[in-house]
């Protein structure tokens, strides 16, 4: 499937590796949960990077739409929380 | 990150405008793709003027510390210590305004560079687009056409609200460089920074040229006793070798 990390473009990524991807998913929504925002850098950072690992580059002419969108590595919790409040939706 | 995913996407597929026919959307959006490649571009151009004017601030910055180095050790050099303290307090303050600089400059180094990037892979996409746009028209069924164009029509959405972020991020940190690269060139233009203002610790070139100017005149005045004392001391000389003699004759 196809994965956005935002200002990054996207990436493709095969489904066994989704697994690992979700566990570091759930940490990073604890993180965003709890409001740390020391746990929430580390956290992010470790799902981005096992992004970049094990996704491969979808090509930039490439025209479909991702799956699942990511923020960039160096997004703040507050910027997070706020697109995640811009629409109305309760984070956590 | 899925509710962060849902977010994004409902984001961007405001931009998804339904038009009758499928065909306009196409159209629709290609025009919409051709203003944000616009639109990043400018954004690209400001975030390069801002850091310029970062580099130009440094660079006044920096001749400022040196001379105020060159001030402290001419003040060492004729004695003055207080003088030569106050050079390099001043000198450690600008040091740490330079730093500051040094790390904005480098954080809109980073946004151009992601602008860069972004732009590249936005006008990759766009010309794909208006390709895939001129093939669908070309072989316009209208069952397939809704399916195909959905495709193309969301995936440079997502692209577009993913740069427009990028663009606009770009832009809050460059409003708020401008506005502290404003307050640098107030300092600047005071001269609060540079040492031509006369302050309360006082003006450490002035006090400088003063006393490298009373140090010439004692130099010259030095100079004048030197050449006095070189007319003076001969008759000196021919009275002390007399006076001896005068002295040892009244014994």
């Avoid at chain 1, 566990?23 to 096992?50: M, R």
């Amino acid at each position: 499937m196809i994965l956005r990390i935002l200002h990054e473009g996207q990436l493709e990524v095969s489904e066994e590796s989704m697994m690992e991807l979700n566990e570091l998913d759930d940490a990073l929504i604890a993180a965003v949960e709890k409001g740390d925002e020391g746990l929430f850098h580390t956290a992010l950072a470790n799902l981005v990077n096992k992004v970049r690992e094990v996704g491969k580059p979808v090509a930039d002419d490439h025209l479909g739409p991702s799956e699942l969108i990511l923020p960039g590595p160096d997004a703040t919790l507050d910027e997070v929380r706020d697109m995640l409040a811009d629409d109305g939706l309760i984070p956590g | 990150m899925k509710r962060f995913s849902e977010v994004m996407k409902a984001k961007t597929s405001k931009m998804l405008d339904k038009a009758e026919d499928p065909r306009e959307t196409l159209d629709y959006s290609y025009e919409k793709q051709l203003e944000m490649v616009q639109k990043v571009r400018r954004g690209l151009a400001d975030v390069a003027t801002s850091r310029k004017r970062l580099e130009l601030q440094q660079a006044q910055l920096k001749a400022s510390a040196d001379k105020l180095e060159q001030q402290a050790r001419t003040a060492v050099g004729v004695g003055k210590e207080d003088l030569a303290r106050e050079a390099l307090n001043r000198r450690a303050g600008l040091q740490t305004q330079l730093d500051g600089l040094d790390t904005q400059r480098a954080q809109l180094q980073a946004e151009e560079d992601k602008l860069t990037l972004a732009l590249q892979r936005l006008q990759t996409k766009v010309e794909a687009f208006r390709t895939k746009k001129e093939t669908i028209k070309a072989t316009y069924t209208a069952a397939e056409a809704t399916s195909k164009i959905g495709e193309a029509v969301s995936g440079i959405s997502e692209e577009m609200g993913d740069v427009g972020l990028a663009i606009q991020r770009a832009e809050d940190k460059t409003a708020t460089m401008q506005a502290r690269a404003g307050a640098v060139d107030e300092l600047i233009a005071s001269g609060a920074l540079d040492d031509v203002t006369a302050e309360p610790g006082g003006d450490i070139q002035r006090q400088l040229d003063a006393l490298s100017s009373g140090s010439s005149v004692d130099a010259e005045l030095a100079k004048m006793k030197a050449e006095l004392g070189a007319g003076a001391p001969a008759p000196k000389e021919i009275s002390s070798a007399g006076s001896p003699a005068a002295g040892e004759e009244p014994k």
